[in-house]
């Protein structure tokens, strides 16, 4: 049984691009959430989404979006970037007994 | 602010050394308490879990975590630790009654255990 997995492991952008982070979850989980985790620092929630839709929000600005497929599959997407958008992207997966299983992350540079 | 507090944040022991590592929240109500560790270059691994009954949890590798109800702790413990200890230990709450699944985390403390 696969854990969650994310892709890519390691990214380099310029400042103003746009990215886009995946995240498979468990199997058999319906929720995925996101997390920042900058150095130094525990992980930050970014948002979470169960059945396609965002259900909660962090302190993140709207250049921070998402997505769920039907296969509850997800991605998050990062617009105009900035350089403290720099960071470990954690994807976690869970099926509403609120234990959450963390992927290896997406470590995003912005240069 | 609510929040998670880890007051350690970089620990050294020695091999076979005790270990306790502090971890205190805001919030009132009821809580779902977490520790989580994080290996070099390995990701985020669940330790142990509190949802309700005996405060005395036991996790895997030998560590246990007692919550204080009345003082808002939620501190990890180990008897004797491992070189292969050597990690970043992160404290985290959720919030059950929200609906929400959202873990706020601590800023985790940095184990180094020599051998």
């Known amino acids: 049984d696969a854990g969650v997995t994310q892709s890519p492991t390691h990214l380099i952008k310029t400042r103003g691009q746009q990215v886009t982070l995946r995240c498979s979850p468990k199997?058999?989980?319906?929720?995925v959430s996101w997390y920042q985790q900058a150095l130094g620092q525990g992980p930050q929630f970014i948002f979470q989404?169960?059945?396609?839709?965002?259900?909660q929000r962090g302190n993140f600005p709207d250049r921070f979006s998402g997505h769920q497929f039907p296969n509850y599959s997800s991605e998050l997407n990062v617009n105009a970037l900035l350089l403290g958008d720099s960071a470990l992207y954690l994807c976690?997966?869970?099926?509403?007994?609120?234990?959450?299983?963390f992927g290896p992350g997406t470590r995003l540079t912005v240069t | 602010a609510q929040s998670v507090s880890q007051h350690n944040h970089h620990v050294i022991l020695s091999e076979a050394a005790s270990l306790e590592l502090g971890c205190n929240y805001s919030y009132g109500g009821t809580v779902n308490l977490f520790w989580y560790v994080q290996y070099p270059g390995q990701h985020l691994q669940l330790l142990l879990k509190?949802?309700?009954?005996?405060?005395l949890v036991k996790g895997i590798k030998g560590f246990e975590a007692e919550f204080i109800k009345s003082k808002f702790s939620f501190n990890l413990r180990k008897p004797s630790v491992q070189w292969s200890d050597t990690a970043e230990y992160f404290c985290?709450?959720?919030?059950?009654?929200?609906?929400?699944?959202?873990?706020?985390f601590g800023t985790g403390t940095r184990l180094l255990v020599s051998p």
């Open positions: 509190y949802f309700s009954g005996d405060p």
């Open positions: 199997s058999g989980h319906d929720t």
């Open positions: 985290a709450v959720l919030r059950p009654n929200t609906g929400f699944q959202k873990l706020v």
């Open positions: 989404y169960y059945e396609e839709e965002e259900r």
């Open positions: 976690a997966s869970s099926l509403a007994v609120y234990e959450q299983y």
